[in-house]
């Protein structure tokens, strides 16, 4: 992936249909800009999605490709779609990898995540989040105010859990993560109230996985996004690997088997009604120690 602010979702998924387009049609990219009177870099720019796509020029694309009725329809929707600006795109101080994650994010059908360290950023309280963000002053030191933009990237991200087609979310922790001090304990209370509340959303499933239960798989924190078809244009999905810079897989065999590696931590969990149970329980634990 691109280490810049990087093409949205729809731009590559735009950029994907229409080299599949061109390789249907049997041409070239230099036989494609020859009939256009463009450059082949200009082709293979827009298929790779690394310059913003003009909905004329995708328009005069789709002819030469004999797309024609519902489907040419469909795809200038998509293009029109591509040229839309993400609100984090608002934020400045945001680096390229952050900003295409969140990009990614929110495009996102569903999401699989396996976190062992902290809890999901989708799932933090603000003031759980305000202790994270601010223990980046290690690395790099923030002034006040970029403090509050970054915290206002972390609960704006969270709005896919509560959009009209909210994201699909299946979290398995690591029990640590309960207990790890973050902030203090009122604000670890705090934030495992705010884990019973959110796993109540129907499209929210949490588990725990238990310290003193079986580890099928020993593993780092991933995060697994998965695509639905737009305007039946296909996405691959994308493995995200937590570290303190941004890495991505796309593989289809790599892809998979991470979901099979959440599945297995999914079935040795607690159930949804066990880790509330926990959670209340590990929640009081912190509210005797404040």
Known sequence: MSTSRGPTVRQRRLGIELRRLREHSRLTGDEVAARLSWSTAKVSRLENARTGARVDDVIELLKLYGVNGPRLDELIALAQDATKRGWWEDYPMLSGGYAEFIALEAEADAILAWDNLVIPGLLQSESYARHIVGGWDVVATKPPAEIERWIDVRLRRQQVLHRPQPLRMSVVLD?????????????????????????????????????????????????????????????????????????????????????????????????????RRHLAEVRDQWLARS
């Open 175 to 275: 029990e640590s993560v309960l207990h790890r001090l973050v902030g203090d304990a009122r604000v670890m209370a705090e934030q495992l109230d705010h884990l019973r509340q959110v796993s109540i959303l129907p499209n929210v499933d949490l588990r725990i996985l238990k310290l003193d239960g079986p580890h099928p798989i020993m593993a780092t924190s991933f995060t697994v996004l998965e695509f639905a078809p737009v305007h039946d244009v296909t996405f691959p999905d994308i493995v995200h690997i937590e570290s303190i810079t941004f890495s991505y897989l796309e593989d289809e065999q790599t892809t998979h088997m991470y979901r099979l590696a959440h599945n297995g931590m999914a079935q040795a969990a607690l159930d949804e009604h066990e880790t």
